[in-house]
């Protein structure tokens, strides 16, 4: 049974709809993830997973964006393994979105709640930082972010309840803190 490079044009076309309702945000999960430097590269795997199961592709867009970050997720985890990438795995926050030009602003409060939050989550363990980030900056629902892991939506909620929780304590905040102590990845996802 072999594979052409060639498929049908409804194929052609499926897979070109993918890619451009997908590329940018699928680019930013993998940039989160990956040094900048490897981010094209493991982006590129994950389109050619793409284009060889583009039969297996939910057609809604949600749901092939859950499928593609869950192939990416494990295009990482893989790498990580075989040693391939350092930090393949771990996430990370852009150190501009948290040391930005607000820092210079006149509430001393609310930054230090940002550089207390920001070295709260470098210590948080990758899997805390992997179910906040799936919510948080990637948008996705508690089935679609379970989906990503291979886990059941119900140990997906129960795992972003730990992270969540571990970040507060780590942070010094608390459920009943005031909304600029607290950080918006504590805030609760539909």
Request: glycine residues 6%.
């Amino acid at each position: 049974m072999g594979h052409t490079d060639n498929g049908p044009p409804g194929r052609e076309q499926a897979f070109r709809r993918l890619y451009e309702a997908t590329y940018a945000d699928l680019l930013r999960f993998i940039e989160r993830r990956v040094h900048p430097t490897h981010a094209e590269d493991v982006l590129a795997d994950v389109f050619l997973v793409a284009w060889r199961r583009i039969d297996d592709v939910p057609r809604p867009h949600d749901e092939a964006r859950a499928w593609l970050f869950g192939v990416a997720h494990r295009t990482l985890r893989s790498q990580h393994r075989s040693g391939e990438r350092h930090r393949a795995v771990a996430v990370r926050i852009a150190d501009a979105q948290l040391r930005g030009p607000d820092l210079a602003g006149p509430e001393p409060d609310l930054v230090a709640a940002r550089l207390d939050l920001a070295e709260a989550w470098r210590r948080l363990s990758a899997v805390h930082q992997e179910a906040l980030a799936l919510a948080v900056w990637d948008g996705l629902s508690a089935p679609e972010a379970a989906e990503v892991l291979g886990i059941s939506p119900v140990a997906y909620r129960l795992r972003l309840s730990r992270a969540r929780r571990a970040l507060r304590a780590l942070a010094g905040t608390h459920p009943h803190t005031s909304p600029t102590a607290a950080p918006a990845a504590t805030r609760s996802t539909p």
